[in-house]
DNA sequence: AGCACGCCGACT
DNA sequence: GTCGGCGTGCTC
């Protein structure tokens, strides 16, 4: 027999190894293989009695890894779509699609998965001397059985002392026993929560849902009891959130509602062990709800009964480096070829998703409502900044506002997505502006630490004492970002607590939620921060919000620069007045007639999303037409703009398909590098995969030096 | 991606 | 005389 091997490397094709002893049982395993001249992990996608690769060169496989169940058919048949949909090599797609540490040859140890439990309570704790807080703590964790990694959870010295509990005998092992969800709801539904629940439960095979609610409509809630029913029946979720930010919340809302279920996390921050363990786990059936980022959604899940995509409309589902998937999109092919349900929520949807929603692909479910009895939605509105000279960046009325809520003790949050002093230096002489000189870019101010920093590269000069180009000594910063407001605030407010939140203030392990901590705790008055402040923290004092600067994505060149700007206005906006206090939101612009802040003001998704499909019916985008880039990155952009011209000119002619001219991207010069991009259209994505695919083996011919080039489809940034 | 083979410049 | 630059080609 012969194994045909895909392999981490960049190359379109399978190898075949000798391999006298495999079966087509063993199609999903991890292998051992010579290649060239070392062993490398492979992955078996095929076994026959006949070689692909007619030659005497045939070499002997070294060795199976058994340590890893075979991946199912399903899961290769994941891999192979993404890696054709995607244009990626499918080795490639395999090894990023593993958890790191089984992509190393060192066969994984799998533990048995034991539970701990203390055998005569009582009588440890008399042993126990009264200042050993930790030892207490444990014994009282230790009633119930629990996992090591719960264990672990306590402190980092928790499993140590297990350990030796084990040995004398007061803690005994118990294997894992089966789960079972209790019947019992978690939070009692409102209506059209229960509405969600019943509609999603009553489905038997495949059908995605657009869980459409407003912020504090309690979306969770109906995902959990979805998830419920689904682990009632003995089946696996899958749940997929985006990056970092909300996890350690949601894993915790989850934990609540479902106390002894094995609910198992898989995100980057998860060390690679653990990681690999988790896997293994979903793997095994054995964990019965994986919530996890992006890279989740390639999870092993033989059980699985649902999908819940949340935020679903977050772009950090798409990967924008080796290989672009959307997790969004390859979920939904998920749940159709398991023939299970998915719901994807979000307060605003993707304009994909709502689409889907309106022509009947996807199901819409309505979430109107508050779920917290009482609570109000925030009131926004806008502060027009046209002809009105601003003081320190804030309009007056803002001001006033911000006077009054201090005045009455109330928390406020002012919303600036720029961080740094000024995102520009200018010289009023000669027009002269701080620049990077590895990007297309200027320079922020960073005044606290007398520095000028690229915000793209990271590039970091001094702040220089005069004009570089006409030796003018009177440099000025235009532009207000989190620095600058911070201090225009804490000289106005010489009494209030100020506290900026952004990537400069919490660089350091934990202080982000210390940062958190301190609002929740009110000792805070007055939150200066970027979009970390954004996402799902219930700010409970919080009265009002001002939001600085949300311009720029109006008039972008990136037509979904405004989809952008809608969600996260909304997501600032739901900050403000969760709990009892009615919230306002002021939101400062100088285009207050635009539509988005109408639809923004009447908090109406529905007409922000209609208008801007029909600006893109109108215009040939996206969801109407389906695009994909070409994009390519040399040290010159001549290099670039030439391997773009060839690449137009070996380019398959495909009806249907257009192709526009090559043109170099919006942020040309990125950390060195120049960038340039073709970009290729059709309202056939048959047609359009149809000429990726034949495109991309010619283009694979063409001898580039000192150049990079990656197809992505579905390009989400331009 | 690695890694080897291969043909031209400055150095212990 | 060699060490080493990275261009080209191959990996079952």
């Known amino acids: 027999m012969y194994a045909n091997v895909v392999l981490d490397v960049p190359l379109a094709k399978a190898f075949d190894y000798h391999a006298p002893e495999l079966t ?68 490639q797609v395999v090894f990023t699609a593993l958890p790191g540490r089984l992509r190393d040859p060192k066969p994984f140890a799998t533990r048995e998965r034991w539970r701990y439990q203390l055998q005569s309570v009582q009588a440890l704790i008399a042993q126990l001397p009264a200042r050993a807080i930790l030892q207490h703590r444990l014994a009282s964790l230790l009633t119930e059985p629990r996992s090591e990694a719960e264990i672990r959870q306590i402190s980092p010295g928790a499993w140590k002392i297990v350990r030796e509990w084990l040995a004398a005998g007061w803690v005994t092992t118990v294997t894992e026993a089966p789960v079972s969800v209790s019947a019992e709801a978690g939070k009692p539904l409102n209506a059209e929560q229960q509405a969600a629940v019943a509609e999603i439960a009553a489905i038997r095979g495949f059908q995605p849902f657009l869980l459409f609610g407003i912020t504090g409509s309690g979306k969770t809630e109906v995902y959990l009891e979805a998830i419920a029913n689904v682990l009632r029946q003995g089946r696996q979720a899958l749940v997929l959130v985006p990056e970092i930010n909300l996890t350690p919340q949601l894993q915790s809302r989850f934990a609540g509602r479902f106390p002894g279920v094995n609910l198992v996390n898989l995100h980057s921050s998860v060390a690679d062990a653990e990681r690999a363990a988790n896997w293994l786990q979903a793997a095994r059936g054995e964990a019965a709800i994986v919530l996890g980022t992006r890279l989740s959604v390639f999870a092993p899940m033989p059980k699985l009964g649902i999908i819940v995509v949340d935020e679903e409309h977050d772009s950090s589902f798409k990967q924008q480096d080796g290989l672009r998937y959307s997790a969004r999109d390859l979920a939904v092919w998920r749940a159709h070829q398991r023939q299970v349900p998915i719901v994807l929520g979000s ?137 600058r407001l911070e201090a225009a605030l804490s000289s106005r407010f010489p009494h209030a607590r100020v506290l900026r939140v952004d990537r400069d203030t919490t660089r350091q392990k934990g202080s982000f939620e210390s940062a958190l901590d301190a609002v929740h705790g009110g000792k805070v008055d007055i939150l200066v921060g970027t979009q970390m402040l954004a996402k799902g923290h219930d700010f409970p004092r919080l009265s009002l919000v001002v939001v600085v600067n ?51 003001v009447a908090q109406d998704f529905p007409a922000f999303a209609d208008f801007q499909l029909a600006d893109r019916r109108v215009a040939g985008f996206p969801p109407f037409r389906h695009q994909a880039v070409l994009r390519a990155e040399a040290a010159k952009l001549e290099i670039a703009m030439q391997f773009l011209q060839e690449a137009t000119a070996l380019a398959p002619d495909v009806s249907g398909v257009t192709i526009y001219d090559p043109v170099p991207a919006s942020l040309t010069r990125l950390a060195g590098m120049e960038r340039a991009h073709i970009l290729i259209q059709s309202a056939s994505r048959p047609a359009l995969q149809n000429l990726l695919t034949t495109w991309q083996t010619s283009l694979r011919d063409i001898k580039t030096r000192q150049l990079r080039w990656a197809l992505d489809v579905d390009p989400q940034e331009f």
């Open 550 to 600: 949300a311009d720029a994505g109006l008039y972008s060149a990136d037509y979904r620069a405004a989809e952008r700007l809608y969600a996260q206005l909304v997501q600032v906006s739901g900050r403000a007045g969760r709990a009892q206090i009615s919230g306002d939101v002021l939101v400062q612009t100088d285009f207050a007639e635009h539509p988005l802040y109408a639809a923004l």
């Open 347 to 483: 307060a605003t949807p993707s304009l994909e998703s709502w689409y889907n929603a309106q022509n009947g692909r996807y199901r819409r479910l309505d979430l109107h409502q508050r779920a917290v009895a009482g609570a109000q939605p925030p009131n926004v509105r806008l502060i027009s900044t046209k002809h009105v000279e601003l003081q320190d960046g804030l309009h007056p009325f803002v001001w006033s506002e911000l006077s009054e809520r201090l005045s009455r003790r109330e928390q406020v949050l002012v919303f600036v997505n720029r961080r740094g002093y000024s995102p520009v230096l200018f010289c009023g002489e000669c027009g002269w502006m701080a620049a990077c000189t590895q990007c297309t870019a200027r320079m922020t101010v960073h005044l606290s630490e007398r520095r000028l920093r690229c915000h793209y590269c990271g590039a970091d000069s001094a702040i220089p004492r005069a004009c570089p180009g006409c030796g003018n000594a009177d440099l000025h910063p235009l532009g207000h970002g989190t620095q």
């Open 24 to 91: 087509h049982a063993d199609i999903g395993r991890r292998v051992l293989v010579p290649f060239g001249n070392k062993l490398r992990v492979g992955l078996v996608v095929g076994v026959s009695s006949q070689p692909e690769y007619a030659s005497e060169r045939i070499k002997a496989l070294s060795a199976v890894l058994t340590d890893m169940p075979p991946l199912g058919e399903d899961l290769l048949q994941l891999f192979r779509f993404c890696s054709n949909y995607y244009q990626h090599p499918l080795g």
